[in-house]
């Protein structure tokens, strides 16, 4: 079994961000990726090199063919003789060049698109692994689209270095070790300083030019971030009408994308110009040697051909080479930003010798836990509570009291400040994240689907599960019946973001879900608050029976789901100021009991009013 590097995290600058990437950094990362194939990659080197081989052996034979053709006056009959040994040498070296390049092809195919696959791979598990806080921060249209152009990099860097870079460079070692042997040190001069030039002059205007790439890539991800946020969000846009006012939006990050894109092209036509100028001045020299050398019969026809052939060889390629530097640039440049994702450090990582948990009663303790998204704003404030085994307990208090924040916890998206959190004794640092996440089943108030199927939304609670045991979870959930009436069944699509169906049809889906997991432990986390008092009552028991002899967590904003708790716990700004069953409670007549008159003079208005109505 093959083993990919493990890239090493970078060192964090800033808010959480990663330092910049050297060119070089951003190498030394993708080399290993490509030497898994060694074997591989030192054949299709060996081709490289044989390809080149043939491809300066042409001139060579072109000479001696012009030789042998040219009537001196040591061959006044040299037009009578076919050299037919010369000609099959010229095909085979022409075929040579091609059997050559096309065998490298073959040979690296493999390891670019393995590359590929792999880095897509890892970046893809590794923002998975990532810490919740990131997934708040982030920009999906713009991280999308940085992870597209680095993953297509890859194969373009390699494709621009080794079948286009790397082949120049051993012709051009070849031809001038040639020219200086057999010919005029100026040819030597001439060739190389021209060279020098060209390379200095791409180079060096290229990266003058990298700056309106890099920022045409900054304006294309805003643009495309503000399109994909703006579709995800179609309904709000359509309901406050301002279609005009997203269209100006877009059209604003365009515009910024559209003059870097100008600049960005100017200054390519100044560097086509002065390539051109270079190599034009340079072959020009390089002729007017040589037809001084025929003349005064220090060199032959075939020589002229010879250097003019290896001109025109070496130019060609480099004509090229301010688009390909521009390319290499580029390709770096969206590997760089594709790297970094991978250098995000993972804020919850398993702990080195983490084992599975062992979960026998699946009793839940909160042990003084103190918790805060930021240094400056404390959550959670010396939390402490057990939910024994197969019991409920429920936790209320108002907006912002810090009750959604205990699932993320229990959940471990995020590590406590100070105190522990354990399982059966457990504590959740010393687990696995995969073992505690599989005995833990949530059903949330926002239940959000994935765009497929009715069928493959249940089934994603159990990956693989057969046909018979999703239907049984939707029985269970009470949402079978429905699911039947529809015209395409199990097989209905959901649309983007559960959409196409009601809040109640979405938390069925999410019972089902959560059924088929079978999970130890139990969180609904304000599972009905945003259904209407039919649908909850409905939904509510469904819950209390998938909750029975189950270990629960129940986050409640309405204190009527919660009244047959085991154990209610009354958060206040991240403080727990009472506990106890409903009754008791009530008659502490301290502030759950004033919440409780509250709601359910809240609902006698509502009775009343439908009454009236």
């Not at 008092?533 to 986050?555: F, G, H, P």
């Amino acid at each position: 079994m093959r083993r990919y590097p493990d890239t090493p995290p970078a060192p964090v600058s800033g808010a959480g961000k990663p330092a910049a990437r050297s060119d070089f950094a951003t190498l030394t990362t993708l080399l290993p990726y490509l030497w898994v194939y060694k074997w591989r990659v030192l054949l299709a080197l060996l081709c490289l090199v044989g390809a080149k081989l043939a491809n300066v052996g042409v001139p060579l034979v072109l000479k001696q063919l012009v030789d042998a053709m040219s009537i001196t006056p040591a061959h006044p009959q040299a037009m009578l003789v076919l050299p037919l040994g010369i000609l099959v040498a010229y095909g085979a070296l022409r075929l040579s060049t091609t059997v050559f390049t096309e065998l490298r092809e073959f040979l690296f195919a493999r390891v670019t698109q393995r590359a590929v696959r792999t880095i897509a791979l890892k970046v893809f598990r590794h923002l998975h692994a990532l810490s919740l806080r990131f997934h708040l921060n982030r920009q999906t249209g713009g991280m999308t689209r940085d992870i597209e152009r680095g993953t297509r990099g890859v194969g373009s860097l390699i494709s621009y270095t080794l079948f286009n870079i790397l082949p120049t460079l051993v012709e051009i070692s070849l031809v001038l070790g040639y020219l200086a042997t057999h010919y005029d040190i100026w040819f030597t001069v001439i060739t190389g300083v021209a060279l020098a030039l060209y390379i200095v002059f791409t180079v060096t205007v290229t990266d003058w030019r990298t700056h309106f790439r890099r920022t045409m890539n900054d304006l294309d991800s805003k643009a495309n971030t503000k399109a994909i946020d703006s579709l995800i969000n179609y309904e709000t846009v359509k309901y406050f009408g301002n279609e005009d006012y997203e269209a100006q939006r877009y059209d604003e990050g365009l515009k910024r994308y559209e003059t870097a894109a100008v600049k960005s092209q100017t200054s390519l036509s100044v560097l086509n110009t002065g390539q051109s100028l270079i190599i034009a001045t340079a072959v020009t020299l390089i002729l007017w040697r040589a037809t001084a050398g025929v003349i005064d019969a220090s060199m032959t026809l075939g020589d002229l051909v010879l250097v003019n052939a290896f001109m025109i060889q070496l130019y060609i390629p480099l004509n090229f080479l301010g688009v390909i530097y521009r390319e290499i640039k580029q390709s770096l440049a969206d590997m760089e930003r594709l790297f970094s994702l991978l250098d995000q450090n993972r804020e919850i990582a398993d702990a080195p010798q983490a084992r599975a948990l062992a979960a026998g009663g699946a009793e839940v303790r909160f042990a003084h836990v103190d918790f805060s998204y930021e240094a400056n704003r404390k959550i959670l404030f010396d939390i402490d509570f057990t939910i024994a085994a197969g019991t409920t307990t429920a936790v209320v208090g108002h907006s912002g009291s810090g009750k959604s924040t205990l699932a993320r916890l229990l959940f471990r998206f995020y590590e406590v400040n100070s105190g522990a959190i354990t399982i059966d004794g457990q504590d959740l640092r010393a687990l696995t994240q995969a073992s505690l996440r599989g005995a833990i089943g949530i059903v949330p108030q926002d239940t959000v689907l994935f765009n497929d199927t009715i069928e493959y939304n249940i089934g994603y609670g159990k990956p693989g599960a057969s046909k018979d045991d999703i239907v049984a979870a939707a029985k269970a959930a009470s949402i079978h019946d429905f699911i039947e009436s529809l015209p395409d069944g199990y097989a209905s699509m959901v649309g983007e973001r559960g959409l196409k169906l009601s809040g109640g049809e979405k938390q069925r889906v999410a019972i089902a879900r959560t059924l088929l997991k079978n999970p130890a432990i139990l969180i609904f986390d304000e599972a009905t608050s945003a259904l209407d008092s039919k649908a909850e009552q409905a939904i509510q028991a469904q819950l209390q029976d998938i909750a029975r002899n189950r270990t629960t967590l129940v986050i409640a904003h309405r204190l009527s789901t919660v009244a047959d708790a085991e154990q209610i716990l009354v958060l206040e700004h991240g403080r727990i100021v009472e506990r106890g069953s409903h009754p008791a409670l009530l008659a502490a007549n301290g502030l759950y009991a004033q919440m409780w008159q509250r709601q359910q003079a809240r609902q006698d208005e509502e009775v009343s009013g439908a009454e009236a109505a």
